[in-house]
């Protein structure tokens, strides 16, 4: 009888987490500002340049950590969770003639660069990536620098 018990439990635990989980996905996209950015800048037909898997990335108040594929296409920057975590997370990327990387900040304990589009949502890479995504893109990348200066 105690073995029946604990099935429904564990049951009932998993019926749960299958039905609070998009919920949460959806309310963290939306207060991140991940939605916002998807909306805004949906992914361009670009040609592929570097692709980084694994990456972690904060938007808003949200840490998305080894979780995030950043493209360098020869549009922008292109942002798209692992599968896992696309509800609610469509793909959006950050044009080259608009992105602004500022100032150098903390992501925890890792430096990390500020990127911003028209002043809209802040998000945060590690220095390390934004290093890798300079070697790949060069000009538009110091462009980006420019513009923030």
């Not at 039905?19 to 309310?27: D, E, H, W």
């Not at 990348?141 to 420019?146: C, K």
């Amino acid at each position: 009888m105690a073995i029946w018990i604990v099935i429904g439990i564990i049951a009932a635990m998993t019926a749960l987490m299958a039905l609070l989980a998009p919920a949460v996905m959806a309310f963290i996209a939306r207060l991140s500002g991940w939605r916002t950015l998807a909306e805004r800048y949906p992914p361009a037909d670009a040609a592929l340049v570097e692709r980084f898997a694994f990456q972690s990335v904060k938007i808003g108040w949200a840490s998305y950590n080894n979780c995030v594929t950043v493209d360098v296409t020869t549009a922008g920057l292109r942002f798209e969770p692992f599968w896992l975590f696309r509800f609610q997370h469509p793909a959006f990327e950050l044009p080259w003639d608009r992105l602004k990387a500022t100032a150098t900040r903390q992501m925890l304990v890792i430096p990390a660069i500020e990127l911003s589009v028209d002043g809209g949502v802040p998000l945060l890479i590690s220095a390390t990536l934004a290093a890798r995504i300079e070697a790949v893109a060069g000009e538009y990348w110091r462009a980006a620098l420019d513009r923030a200066a």
